[in-house]
């Protein structure tokens, strides 16, 4: 049996197609739907009806295609927002679907089961508008974090201005410190585009970005390469977008500073994440 997921996030609204439980393929319109949140509190017209038309194209996409059935959540940007409840409306309205906006907590937890499994280990989930720590040991979530930061939102604070991305996500992070010492997977928009640029790939693929190690030194030498270069450059230099290149800046620093607040060395990037985990909620596959 097919199912379709939408992810509704600040900076993409992402579709998952999946099969008996196996994922035939991701698709990804970048909409910014949490651009400005930070300094209005509220989502701009224009982006949230980019978002509920984006919605359509993949319900419609999923379809087509076979899916049973189409599931939709939101997270950070609709759940912060303080008109996301107009959001929901709207896309009931252009889509015909029902959004589940989900908590911090939740977010964390299907971001974990996506990428792990039933196994024990943590995530690291920069967002575009959160940023969620989950770490499972012996079965039980020992520590589940969200924090109201993520790279669209710290673009709109800070811009590109490297120092002041800096002390903000330092003081926007400090809730996350605390040494964790089992194995961690970075997941979400932030990590992959990084394990590609750690690559050099010039077109994105997803096989050789699982599973990526992606060491603090590393990290440290993407952020230097970033900064070197304008928004512009870095997606003519790489497979990224200009939507993604312009937030990728404090993205990276957002990782690092995490990795730092938890003194981990490496992460391991995972193409799976919360949209594997919201599939796995609703429907056990």
């Known amino acids: 049996m097919k199912y379709g997921v939408i992810d509704i996030g600040s900076n993409s609204v992402r579709l998952l197609m999946a099969s008996d439980g196996k994922t035939l ?8 739907l949490g651009e400005g949140l930070a300094l209005t509190g509220n989502l701009g017209a224009a982006a949230m009806h980019r978002s509920a038309f984006a919605v359509r194209d993949f319900k419609e996409q999923a379809l087509r295609e076979g899916a049973a059935e189409v ?11 303080k008109n996301g409840s107009d959001f929901v409306r ?3 309205d252009t ?30 989930d ?20 969200s924090v109201d930061v993520g790279a669209v939102r710290l673009y709109d604070l800070c811009g590109r201005d490297r120092q ?3 002390l903000t996500a330092r003081e926007k992070l400090r809730p996350l410190q605390g040494a964790c010492d089992v194995p961690v997977c970075g997941i979400g928009g932030t990590a992959t585009s990084l394990g590609a640029l750690a690559l050099g790939l010039m077109r994105y693929d997803p096989r050789k970005v699982d599973a990526f190690v992606l060491t603090a030194d590393k990290t440290d030498e993407l952020i230097e390469w970033i900064f070197a270069r304008s928004p512009e450059e870095i997606a003519r230099q790489s497979c990224l977008p200009l939507r993604r290149a312009e937030i990728i ?37």
């Not at 989900?102 to 690291?124: K, Q, T, V, Y």
């Not at 920069?126 to 974090?145: C, H, M, N, P």
């Not at 690092?256 to 994440?273: F, G, H, I, N, Y």
């Open 249 to 285: 800046g404090g993205g990276a620093v957002l990782i690092r500073e995490s990795m730092r607040l938890l003194s981990l060395p490496q992460l391991t990037v995972s193409e799976r994440d919360n949209l594997e985990g919201y599939l796995l909620r609703r429907t056990g596959q």
């Open 25 to 32: 393929y991701k698709d990804l319109q970048t909409t910014r």
């Open 95 to 124: 889509a015909g679907l029902n959004v589940d906006v989900i908590s911090g907590e939740e977010e964390a937890a299907i971001g974990l089961a996506g990428a792990l499994g039933g196994a024990d280990g943590g995530i690291i």
């Open 90 to 92: 709207l896309v009931k």
């Open 126 to 145: 920069v967002g575009g508008g959160s940023t969620e720590l989950t770490v499972r040991v012996g079965g039980k979530i020992v520590r589940a974090a």
């Open 164 to 166: 002041k991305l800096c």
């Open 71 to 81: 599931f939709a959540f939101a997270t950070a940007a609709v759940r912060s927002a």
